[in-house]
């Protein structure tokens, strides 16, 4: 019975979710708000992937950044330069970044703790250091301009109001996807393998397997994200996709909760307004806020805000039951 009702709400919160979602982008609602949200969209889906890796798995990754930015740079080469159709150019993006996460994900796993978060920072600096540097491909510093917007048909997403629909279609896809990813069988052998290494391969399974996959589905989940990325502005250059992003990317997963599929929508929209709102007043400190941010989330809610609202949530309706009860 008590499931049944959990369940319920579930899929009550969901629609109204959903209902939100369409409303927010018209001009009678949050329509100045479109561009953010659009943007909290796409950082949803990074997270996602951040959330499978760290949450689930419990692998330490501080290089999403560098498949962020191979997303938009493989789309905006190759429609650019090569003129490959938009949708297919997302295409070959995502599976050229997931061949590359599988190629390194063995050797980077073979590490543990302190040792795998270094290899993965090493791996978004070498990154973000080709991307400025391999001009005659990435355009260094200066970037690449003209990127096409997508379109389907005669139907071009040339418009923000457009754009967040198509974004955020992509971002619920990868949503609902990972929600049934957690819910399955390699759901279950994901928390086995965060919660100890040696049982989960006492038991049958293939933990260097599991965690390569991992990462490879948020490489790719990055990936699409950075094509969004690039056929939204039009333009991509080397900055957001340095170490700066992977650490906000870390900050959105925890402030969401890292075990915590939906949680990511509250921790990109929690991290992405107040970096548009109040950080940028702070410069370069910001990285210091971030890491601020981080330590007050770990101590005072350390299984994510969304996680600690659902709580607080179940907590109002417990005491409310009861005081009807009593009357």
């Known amino acids: 019975m008590l499931s049944r009702v959990r369940g319920k709400w579930s899929y009550l919160a969901i629609a109204a979710l959903l209902l939100f979602l369409i409303i927010i982008p018209f001009k009678w609602f949050l329509g100045q708000y479109t561009v953010i949200l ?5 950082h949803t889906m990074v997270t996602v992937g951040l959330c499978l890796l760290m949450g689930y798995t419990g692998q330490i990754s501080l290089g999403q950044a560098a498949f962020y930015g191979l997303g938009a740079y493989f789309s905006a080469v190759l429609t650019k330069t090569h003129g490959f159709n938009p949708w297919l150019a997302m295409l ?5 970044t997931g061949g590359f996460a599988y190629a390194i994900g063995f050797p980077i796993f073979r590490l543990r703790g302190n040792y795998l978060a270094l290899a993965t920072l090493g ?3 070498i990154m973000a250091v080709l991307f400025r540097e391999l001009d005659q491909f990435t355009g260094g510093p200066t970037g690449i301009t003209g990127i096409p917007y997508l379109s389907i048909g005669g139907f071009t997403f040339d418009s923000p109001f457009r754009r967040y629909f198509l974004v955020w279609f992509f971002c619920l ?12 069988r390699t759901g279950r052998a994901l928390r086995a393998v965060h919660g100890s290494e040696s049982a989960a391969e006492s038991v049958g399974i293939n933990v260097a397997q599991f965690k390569v996959k991992v990462f490879v589905l948020s490489a790719v989940y990055a990936s699409l994200a950075g094509s969004l990325y690039a056929h939204h502005i039009t333009y991509v250059n080397p ?13 959105m997963a925890v402030v969401g909760g890292l075990a915590s599929v939906w949680g990511a929508i509250f921790g990109a929209a929690t991290v992405r307004i107040l970096s548009d709102e109040i950080l940028l007043r702070f410069g370069e400190w910001d990285v210091i806020v971030y890491g601020l941010i981080l330590v007050l989330v770990m101590v005072f809610m350390p299984r994510g805000l969304f996680v600690a609202l659902k709580e607080a949530y179940e907590r109002w309706r417990l005491t409310h039951r009861q005081r009807g009860a009593e009357a």
Do not use: D, K, T
Request: cysteine-free; hydrophobic content about 70%; glycine content about 8%.
């Open 38 to 42: 659009i943007f909290i969209g796409i």
């Open 92 to 96: 070959v993006a995502a599976l050229a």
């Open 123 to 125: 791996l978004g600096i």
């Open 173 to 184: 896809a990868v949503l609902l996807v990972s929600q049934n990813i957690v819910r399955s």
């Open 239 to 251: 900055s957001p996709f340095g170490f700066l992003f992977s650490v906000m990317v870390v900050v």
